[in-house]
Every structure is written in structure tokens, then in C-alpha cells.
């Protein structure tokens, strides 16, 4: 079952709740906090894409293509829709031969505020999982597969990425549990241990016996963490988090839920937010990290838009506020 974590108040009275779960996971692949249940099923969501990238090293892809440091870094972001993200995303399509229209990921504006006030028309480059979609169209162009329909399940480049979270989290391919993301593309849930676990081996590439994915992994974090614009964007919690903390790596899914690998620590963290409410979701991993030492007082006051969170009415007066209750 899963616990509150976080209580909304009003006033002195507690108005809202939130339960959710958390599962920290050493080197030894063992739990040593958690709250909740570490058997929860949770959707990956967007904290897959490290590990959907991995194809595109380990294939001899991002070789073949002269991906750069930055273009491989991109494909693993949930992206503000920036115009420097852009160019890069542009950049890459360049390369394989393609344009913006073969991208199957559908239009929504641009995350980041300012961009979005400035841009006269949104395009699929804006969309959170460009850089995703295009990982995805570089394996196509690699293996020479149909670029039409590789959004779905059946497609081969579907399967090349579900046999990569089947190794990360080890759950069988016939155990992962399928959806539809918001990008169109399938999405998979595994318990939150296995979550967990995954970024425990992002943490720790050496643990990895595959070569291959090993030296994929160390590359992808190395560069996520030097270039964290590209995990996210300008006021967005993974890139402002990894400003403040360079020995992390932080990846948020849509709808509640985040993962965390720490390489010095060799951990991996992963939170579900059961309400999938995002604000909620923003404090109770500073709250997590704050728990666990790796973020310290200064730390929070840097990131405090994520973490001092006040409830206002119409008059903008203070009336409440979200409150961490839970201990690990």
C-alpha cells in the first residue's frame, strides 16, 4: 500500500493528501529505504529514455551518423522546446535524411514559457519527446527498417527498446506491462523496485557485464551531466537540480514519476506520486535527496521554486502550503 507523503494544507488543517512510493537501491541491488510498496507496478514514462538511447551507441548508430556528445545527450530529455534544443534536433535529422515529418510524436506548445509567448506556430520539434522520436528514426535509418509505423509495438525498433528495459530492470519481456504514452510510442511499467534498480545500474556502469551497454552507459551520463540543458531545459527541475548537484543524474516521467541515479553513491532512486500530481511530485524528490544527505540546506534554497511551495487565493495571500510528512 502507499503512504502519504506529502499533506496540503489550509491554514493549520490539512486539506489534501498525496501517497506515493520511493525505493532507494545500493550497488548490491539492495533496498535500503523505501516507503510504500517497492511492488508497485509504475509506468516508466519519460525516465525510460536513457535507456531507449542506449540502442543507438551500442548499434554503432550514433558512429555511423556522427551523433555528437550533445546530439546523444538530447535523446534521453524531456525537452523545454528551446530554440538551442531545436537547432540540435534539426541538426540530427540533417544527417539521417530526414526532416521534421517523419516525426509520429504529434504537436503541443513549447514547455518553457518564453519560448512558447515568442513562437508563432508550434511544430512536432517542440514536442517534450523530439528527441526521443528522432533516437528512435536514427535506429530505423541504421537498420534500414520502415520509418512509417515505428511508433508502434510490432515495429522492430519497438521491440530493439523493449528487450533494452528488459535487461535494465530484469523483468521479462512478457511480464512488462504495455501503454500508450503521450507521444504515441508504447510505454512500460515494471514494479517500482526494478525502477529503481535500472537506475542503479545507470549509477553503476562497471556493475554492467555487457560491455557495450556498459561503456553506453558511462558515455550517456557523463555527457547528461555536462550538458543538463538538454535533459530538460531553463527552470525545469532535472536540469536545475543537476546545476546545483553535477554528481547526479535526474530523469522526470509524466504524471508522478522520477528517477534518480547518483554514480559516487552508486544508487538508484525511483518515486511514483500515485495522484500523478507534478508539483507534488517536484518536492518529494528534493525532499528524498534532502533525506539522504546527497542535497544539503543551500542546496534547497537554490532550488526552493521546487520545494517551497505555498498555497495562495485570489488575493495572493498565503493559505497554505505543501508539506513533506514522510520519513525514509
Do not use: W
Request: glycine share 6%.
Amino acid at each position: 500500500m502507499s503512504n502519504i507523503l506529502v499533506e496540503v494544507t489550509r491554514g493549520e488543517f490539512p486539506e489534501n493528501i498525496h501517497r506515493g512510493h520511493i525505493c532507494v537501491v545500493n550497488h548490491d541491488n539492495y533496498v535500503t529505504k523505501s516507503i510504500g510498496d517497492i511492488n508497485f507496478l509504475t509506468f516508466l514514462r519519460s525516465c525510460a529514455k536513457p535507456i531507449q538511447a542506449i540502442p543507438v551507441i551500442t548499434s554503432g548508430a550514433m558512429e555511423k551518423f556522427r551523433i555528437t556528445e550533445k546530439e546523444i545527450t538530447i535523446f534521453s530529455g524531456s525537452l523545454n522546446g528551446q530554440c538551442f534544443q531545436i537547432e540540435i534536433l534539426k541538426a540530427i535529422l540533417n544527417k539521417l535524411g530526414l526532416d521534421e515529418n517523419a516525426l509520429q510524436c504529434g504537436i503541443h506548445p513549447p514547455s518553457h514559457i518564453e519560448t512558447r509567448k515568442n513562437t508563432p506556430k508550434f511544430s512536432v520539434l517542440h514536442n517534450n519527446c523530439a528527441g526521443k522520436h528522432i533516437a528512435m528514426l536514427t535506429l530505423c535509418q541504421f537498420y534500414n527498417f520502415p520509418i512509417e509505423n515505428y511508433y508502434k509495438i510490432e515495429h522492430p525498433v519497438q521491440q530493439i527498446i523493449l528487450d533494452e528495459i528488459s535487461y535494465f530492470t530484469e523483468v521479462p519481456k512478457n511480464e512488462i506491462k504495455i501503454g500508450i504514452d503521450g507521444c504515441g510510442v508504447p510505454v512500460f511499467a515494471v514494479p517500482i523496485f526494478n525502477f529503481a534498480s535500472a537506475y542503479q545500474k545507470l549509477s553503476d556502469p562497471e556493475k554492467i557485464s555487457d560491455t557495450k551497454k556498459s561503456s553506453a552507459v558511462k558515455l550517456l551520463i557523463k555527457n547528461s551531466i555536462k550538458y543538463p540543458e538538454l535533459i530538460a531545459g531553463d527552470e525545469r527541475i532535472c536540469t536545475e537540480l543537476m546545476r546545483v548537484k553535477s554528481n547526479l543524474f535526474a530523469k522526470v516521467g509524466a504524471d508522478g514519476s522520477y528517477g534518480i541515479a547518483i554514480p559516487k553513491e552508486k544508487i538508484g532512486i525511483a518515486i511514483k506520486i500515485e495522484s500523478g500530481n507534478m508539483t507534488v511530485l517536484h518536492l518529494v524528490v528534493l525532499e528524498t535527496l534532502k533525506q539522504l544527505k546527497i542535497l544539503n540546506d543551500n542546496d534547497i534554497d537554490k532550488l526552493k521554486i521546487f520545494y517551497d511551495i505555498k498555497v495562495t487565493n485570489h488575493r495572493k495571500e498565503i493559505v497554505g502550503m505543501f508539506k513533506p510528512i514522510f520519513k525514509l
